[in-house]
């Protein structure tokens, strides 16, 4: 069942991981304490010394550090050598050192030297200017245009017609077209490149005004991995994939949207996309352009979710695949997390495809700014743990991360309430995250507190661990139905707030969080993994998952292939679910799929309130549960479900303020509890009743427990 000994004294290497950048070498330059309060001590063998003696007995995993940010960063050699001999001094005492790839953040321009190094790595954006006004002809017109250079001009045909490109009006001083109008009426389209920083993330972060790199420049990208990645290599290869496990990478995206409200629309862009997109598609870049930033013309559909399915594969390859390729190479894992993971439509904007990035990830994680339970539990937002964790369970070698914190605590003026500290850990355990890196401020927090919450921390860590997650629903990740429907927006943050958009982007997160509260173990796929799976004894069969029942939320545009697999795997026995609608149009060229005519059996259908929350899921009867928890407040628990040989394991976390009592049904013939909390194992006092067993379950407000039961 449980070894009692390593659930009491677990390994450290499950604890978390302080984030102190350049405190990890303690040089004249780096400024961080274990809790980023007070003034640091001065450099000297000493202070080193009593930095890591202190993180060691507070039972801390280790640390993410990285070269400190002085004026030499990152070249001065007597910054390297003081981080070398930080670093190792950390792993001579047990614990291991991730290193954090960047100077403050995003990641990509060391510090802004890639970017100086060679100006054209600067990402660029197009800027889509449509003029309000109809243009009919035949006439002249005259247009000046927007941007620093002007790309594309189109005149839209508002009969719905083929746009025509009518750059080549463009005089000489490059900033005025000079338009000979064809018959018919007309809206302009312009398109200009622009370097990106007004508005954007490359203004609007906590690190500092700096220009960007496109996450499509290979190139860019190869020397971001020269300047940081190379030294540390030089320094510390040899600790490549033992003290040093993991490279943090934080929030890469595309940075064509502004956080203030904007003025025009911007797409992403690099000088690469029109010749690659035409190889790629067989037609104008241009064309697919327009119908992102307009929503008409023909083709709509296909023509949009071809532009955000290039801009995906080309982020994906170009930064993420670059990194882990390197990474791989290299023997240590490429980890971090993205930008804005919460919303299914900042997906798009941010990446093209989050799940193609995420894929490339050996580690993918998140950031949790939250530590209060009620935010952590906002069913507004996509329940971020399970959705990255998910691609470690799919793809990956189940290893998940978290950077969490109280930053919005905070930033509120208030203290966190340190129980919400362990509600954070189980919320994170529950949804399959497993490597925590910390911005917590541990402000008030003694000794005794900090090595209990990483025993605590670890205790789950690693029981957790333990066999694989018994995921057997998949749920579509819908990106055909949000490439489709999202228009780039001028509103802060991108948001596009029209009732299709905000219904898939509802539908997706709040299908999710019916599943989780109803304690059900799921994956998510996109439809390359679904067209990639098998159909084997009554499953969809995906690398080693077997998945009973696959849920559709909001799915309202499919790949007429991905059809006629769903199809096969319910004729198979596989329950097929959609959540708002049943799929209505072909990705591949926007007509009818007719999809309820491709199945024997109708695929259920369940309704959505009037927050698009999904009725009736569970009562469809075709979503596999592994365990039932019954009692007053069941729905603020969250679980996680593992089968480790003739065990099952069973992770419960308390989100509420209030004590949880009630039971644990599932099958099985005797059971253990484990308490991480306090390090106590007990038999359960359990009732069997022919395969299942009743486990009474109590668990304090915010607290956790993991049931081990024999099979």
Not at 515 to 543: P, Q
Request: glycine residues 8%.
């Amino acid at each position: 069942m449980l070894d009692r000994t390593t659930f009491i004294s677990p390994d450290r290497k499950y604890g978390i991981y302080q984030i102190v950048h350049g405190g990890v070498a303690m040089s004249p330059s780096s400024g961080a304490d274990i809790t980023r309060q007070g003034t640091p001590p001065s450099y000297s063998p000493d202070a080193v010394d009593r930095r890591r003696e202190r993180v060691e007995r507070c039972g801390f995993a280790g640390v993410v550090g990285n070269i400190p940010y002085g004026e030499g960063y990152p070249d001065d050699e007597n910054e390297w050598l003081a981080t070398e001999a930080g670093i190792r001094g950390y792993i001579k005492r047990g614990m291991n050192v991730w290193i954090y790839d960047e100077k403050g953040y995003p990641s990509g321009t060391a510090g802004g030297v890639v970017t100086e190094r060679n100006p054209e790595f600067i990402a660029q954006g197009l800027v889509c200017y449509e003029y309000w006004r109809t243009i009919s002809g035949p006439s002249k017109y005259r247009a000046d245009t927007p941007g620093d250079r002007l790309v594309c001009a189109l005149l839209l045909p508002l009969d719905g017609g083929e746009p025509v490109d009518v750059t080549h009006f463009l005089g000489a001083e490059k900033t005025t077209l000079r338009l000979n109008v064809p018959p018919g009426n007309w809206r302009l389209l312009m398109m200009s490149e622009r370097r990106l920083f007004d508005g954007t993330h490359a203004a609007e972060s906590y690190s500092e005004p700096r220009y960007y790199i496109s996450l499509s420049d290979r190139e860019a990208v190869k020397t971001f991995i020269e300047v940081t990645h190379e030294k540390y290599a030089k320094y510390l290869g040899d600790e490549f994939g033992r003290g040093i496990p993991a490279f943090f990478t934080d929030e890469p995206s595309l940075i064509s949207w502004t956080i203030r409200p904007g003025v025009y629309p911007i797409l992403p862009w690099h000088r690469s996309y029109p010749k690659e997109f035409e190889e790629k598609y067989g037609y104008s870049f241009f064309l697919a352009a327009a119908a992102v930033i307009t929503g008409r013309g023909p083709d709509k559909t296909k023509r949009r979710c071809d532009f955000w399915e290039f801009i995906g594969d080309s982020v994906a390859e170009g930064f993420f695949g670059t990194i882990l390729d390197w990474c791989r190479r290299h023997n240590i894992k490429s980890s971090g997390h993205m930008l804005a993971e919460e919303r299914l439509q900042a997906h798009v904007y941010s990446y093209g495809s989050m799940y193609k990035c995420a894929r490339l990830m050996d580690w993918p994680g998140i950031d949790q700014l939250n530590t209060e339970p009620d935010a952590l539990m906002n069913q507004d937002i996509i329940p971020i743990a399970r959705f990255l964790a998910s691609f470690a369970d799919v793809y990956g070698e189940g290893e998940a991360f978290t950077e969490f914190s109280d930053h919005v605590t905070r930033m509120a003026g208030k203290t966190a309430d340190k129980r919400w500290t362990y509600a954070s850990v189980g919320w994170h355990i529950a949804q399959g995250i497993n490597n925590f890196t910390s911005y917590y401020s541990f402000q008030d927090w003694t000794e005794d507190e900090l090595r209990h919450i990483n025993l605590y921390t670890a205790r789950c860590g690693q029981t957790m661990r333990r066999g694989k997650r018994a995921s057997t629903t998949a749920v579509l990740y819908p990106e055909a139905a949000i490439w489709n429907a999202y228009t780039p927006s001028t509103a802060s943050n991108a948001i596009d707030h029209s009732p299709h958009t905000m219904r898939i982007d509802q539908i997706f997160a709040r299908t999710s969080w019916e599943l989780l509260k109803s304690h059900v173990d799921y994956d998510y796929l996109d439809e390359d993994a679904i067209l990639e799976s098998t159909i084997e004894d009554g499953k969809l069969r995906f690398h080693d998952r077997e998945y009973s029942c696959i849920v559709l939320p909001g799915a309202d545009v499919l790949r007429r292939a991905t059809v006629e697999k769903l199809a096969l795997a319910s004729k198979a026995g596989v329950g097929i679910v959609c959540v708002g609608c049943y799929p209505e149009t072909a990705r591949e060229d926007g007509g009818p799929i007719n999809f309820t005519a491709h199945f024997e059996r109708l695929p259920a259908l369940c309704d959505t309130d009037d927050k698009y929350a999904p009725k009736g899921l569970i009562e469809t009867g075709l979503i596999e549960r592994h365990i039932n928890l019954t009692g007053q407040g069941a729905r603020r628990l969250l679980s996680h479900v593992r089968h480790d040989g003739d065990a099952t394991i069973v992770f419960v976390c308390n989100m509420a303020p209030e004590p949880f009592s009630g039971e644990l049904i599932t099958r099985g013939v005797s059971a253990e509890i484990a308490d991480p909390f306090t390090g106590d194992v007990t038999a359960a006092n359990a009732a069997t009743c022919g395969t299942d067993i009743t486990v009474p379950l109590n668990i304090e407000p915010h607290m956790s427990k993991i049931i081990v039961i024999a099979k």
